[in-house]
């Protein structure tokens, strides 16, 4: 009878979990980074913002770290301001976008990308500095009022 009743539950509880549910509904995103590079410059030519769920860094850094050290800054971000950038990410849309679009940081006219980091993984895509980017958006124009919020002396 015990016999029994273990393989009852078990079949239970093995049948009963079923995650035929969509791929984005069980992939919480953990973090999206939003960046510049400039490849031939001299200083920090490297600028990124990494949004998280409950923090955010500002992270600086150079191809010679020994004169530039990295530099890093870690802010709290309200959730209201997460839940902004989170609606507008449609992960199974941006995972089929390709590695690049234009011609970034060609003639040194420097990158912008957006790194999104899931539970299943992470996918960039980088575009023109400072340009438009329709397959991008809505996401790119808020991480950049975000960012100019966040860094009010950004003078990028």
Known sequence: MK???FITLSTSLLFGCNTSKPVASNDPIISVMHGTNFGHCRGY?????????????YIESSVDSERNPPKKESFEIAAAKWKNIADKIDWNKFKSLD?????????????EYIEITTASGTK??????????????????????QRKELLKSDTE
Not at 45 to 57: A, I, L, S, T
Not at 127 to 134: C, L, Q, R
């Open 45 to 57: 030519c490297r600028k990124e913002v990494v949004f998280g769920e409950k923090e955010v860094q």
């Open 124 to 145: 960039r895509v980088t575009i023109e500095f400072n340009k438009e980017a329709s397959q991008l958006e809505p996401l790119l124009t808020e991480l950049r009022t």
């Open 3 to 5: 016999f029994l009743l």
């Open 99 to 111: 590695e690049s679009y234009g011609c970034p940081d060609c003639a040194d006219g420097g990158s």
